[in-house]
Nanobody, 125 residues
């Protein structure tokens, strides 16, 4: 019912920037809440940032607060994650997720119904 496609990942040096995109298609009414998660090798999947459809409510994980910015282009049904001042610790596969309601915690992966395939981000020092 919902397809999410991430893009924009790549390899950068520490201190660099990347912008990830997540294009949603299908039943957009089921993407009221959107979020970015990431998973590094040997680590649990963690919430990076979340946003509601109105674009006014945003949430960030402590480790990215002040460096990353999530935004939404409603006309394009696309969510972005601007990542600045990247650190080697940011290296991970980043996943876009969506859910129809804003229930539970924004950063709990099990609350999300739809997921993209992931895009890899590598930050070297």
């Amino acid at each position: 019912q919902v397809q999410l496609v991430e893009s924009g990942g790549g390899s950068v040096q520490a201190g660099g920037s990347l912008r990830l995109s997540c294009a949603a298609s299908g039943d957009i009414s089921k993407t009221y809440c959107m979020a970015w998660f990431r998973q590094a090798p040997g680590k649990e999947r963690e919430g990076v940032a979340g946003i509601y459809r109105d674009g006014l409510r945003t949430y960030y994980g402590d480790s990215v607060q002040g460096r990353f910015t999530i935004s939404l282009d409603r006309a394009k049904d696309t969510v972005y994650l601007q990542m600045n001042t990247l650190e080697p610790e940011d290296t991970a596969v980043y996943y876009c997720a969506a859910r129809p309601e804003g229930r539970g915690n924004w950063d709990t992966s099990r609350e999300y119904d739809y997921w993209g395939q992931g895009t890899r981000v590598t930050v070297s020092s």
